[in-house]
């Protein structure tokens, strides 16, 4: 069954976050449903560039408080 | 998704400088790339195993860096090579001169390796150097 998770990836710097998500990726199993939380802007544009150059399916970005939650799932 | 291969020579042992060489390595190596690195001069002494890896900073960058929780460069070197299509070899000019065994370096690492193949691997890739 999909699984959603979290990945906390607040406070650290790129690609803190995006490595953060990839090591949680490695551990899913296809249709799981990732959310990065991130306070990096760099990694808010990066990670869904990230997410569509290799092939998973990006959702959404979205802010509240300072925080970005990127979400997205595993494709493969 | 591209294939392309990224060989990153690293010979620089300031912060900088080896954190760039590691975000190239480590995004290049997650993203569909194979990547080689090739560690010599002031850059090989930082992978010896109990080494300080405190590298200097080479200006306010670096030192803003020190004090902000930015991932450590060696760690992403180590992500590169679990996560990624990463190899990383020591020069073995450089292992010579240092007087440091293979065992002596951290075991991500690859078996140390000279130029004529590092230049052999990296004629059909993009050149990084830092």
């Keep these: 069954m999909a699984e959603n998770k979290i990945v906390d990836g607040r406070g650290s710097f790129c690609p803190g976050p995006l490595m953060e998500l990839i090591a949680a990726l490695k551990s899913s199993q296809v249709g799981d449903v990732l959310e990065v939380l991130s306070t990096d802007k760099g990694s808010v544009n990066d990670i869904p560039e990230w997410i569509n150059k290799v092939g998973h399916e990006y959702i959404t970005t979205t802010e509240s408080e300072g925080v970005w939650h990127i979400t997205m799932k595993k494709a493969k | ?130």
């Design chain 2, 1 to 130: 998704m591209s294939t392309n291969k990224i060989c990153v020579v690293v010979v620089s042992g300031s912060l900088e400088r080896l954190q760039m060489a590691a975000m190239v390595a480590s995004v290049g190596a997650v993203s569909g790339h194979e990547a080689v690195v090739f560690l010599s001069m002031n850059a090989l002494s930082h992978f010896v195993k109990g080494a300080d890896t405190k590298a200097p900073a080479e200006g306010e960058m670096g030192r803003l860096m020190a004090t902000k929780k930015v991932p450590e460069f060696k760690m992403l070197f180590e992500q590169a090579v679990e996560l990624g299509d990463a190899k990383i070899y020591p020069c073995s000019m450089a292992m010579d001169v240092l007087g440091v065994e293979q065992e002596e370096l951290e075991d991500y690492l690859e078996k140390a390796t000279g130029l004529t193949k590092f230049l052999h691997d990296a004629q059909d890739g993009q050149i990084w150097t830092f």
